[in-house]
């Protein structure tokens, strides 16, 4: 009989690159110079183990599959990895050490665009970033404990007011507040009970709130099932360069749609 090892070992035969989600740095030692043929890349939202190939998460994304399409399509995107390449990533999929290894095969078809949303989108990668954080809160907290839905068109902000009109008076009107500040946070948090969608610059400055999207629909491709704050939400996104952040009111999930096209969905709750 085989034992496991042997067994189980095909993982991580003959891979082409070692990738390592959040290692310690004790753990990174171990494997940085186990095998000099095997390139380490390390991906993490910081790099504490001062990894020379390294990739950062913006997102401790809940989902592993997210996490990994993040880490292989960054790394696509620097070269460190290439279509054909078979890689073995260790990731932690309970809370704590890494605890898995999954063996993937770089190609172009599995590109989901969840790096390119947030390095290549018109807005700062931060702000991305930061406008996730705040749909992720507000979908964990709701409004005083109800549900809450919000919608966020990040960059390109001139065509997107002039694809959309105001519902309301813009209480952003004359003020100089970007997301992230953390009073502005409480300022979302406190508009996104009304309607309409938050409008902010590619540098993160609120443009306006409660704006109404009118973006031709032609062309856009989204799950059946979600409604007018999604779509308007998708299609702002192929009639404009902006990224749209949507928090759902009936499902709780955060979804981001880039090119009309829905690119990530993330359940605020980690389930
Ligand atoms: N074109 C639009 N521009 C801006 N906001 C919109 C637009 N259409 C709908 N909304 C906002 O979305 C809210 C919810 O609409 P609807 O239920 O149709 O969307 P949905 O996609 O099902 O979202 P949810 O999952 O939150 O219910 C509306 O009350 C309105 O505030
Ligand atoms: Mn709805």
Known sequence: MAALPDLLGDIVENVDGLFLFSPSSSFYERFVEADP???VVVVAPENVVDAETYVQLPLEFDNVRDRIRFGVEGAMEHGLVEDGDAVACS????????????????SEGMRSGIFDLFANSRADPSVI?????????????GQKGKPV?????????GKVMN???????NPFEKSHVHVGDPIVNVMLKEFSRLDGAFVISDSGKIVSAYRYLEPSAEG???PKGLGARHMS??????????TSIVLSESDGLVRAFKGGKMILEIDPEGH
């Open 37 to 39: 043929d095997v390139p």
């Open 91 to 106: 990731v932690s999929v309970f809370d704590g050490d890494i605890d898995s290894v999954i063996r993937v095969r770089v």
């Open 129 to 141: 970033r930061d406008v996730f954080e705040v749909a992720i809160e507000l979908g964990k907290k």
């Open 149 to 157: 839905g919000a919608l966020f068109v990040v960059g390109d902000a």
């Open 163 to 169: 694809k959309s009109r105001p519902l309301s008076y």
């Open 220 to 222: 856009v491709d989204i």
């Open 233 to 242: 939400g998708a299609a702002i996104t192929r009639d404009t360069n902006a």
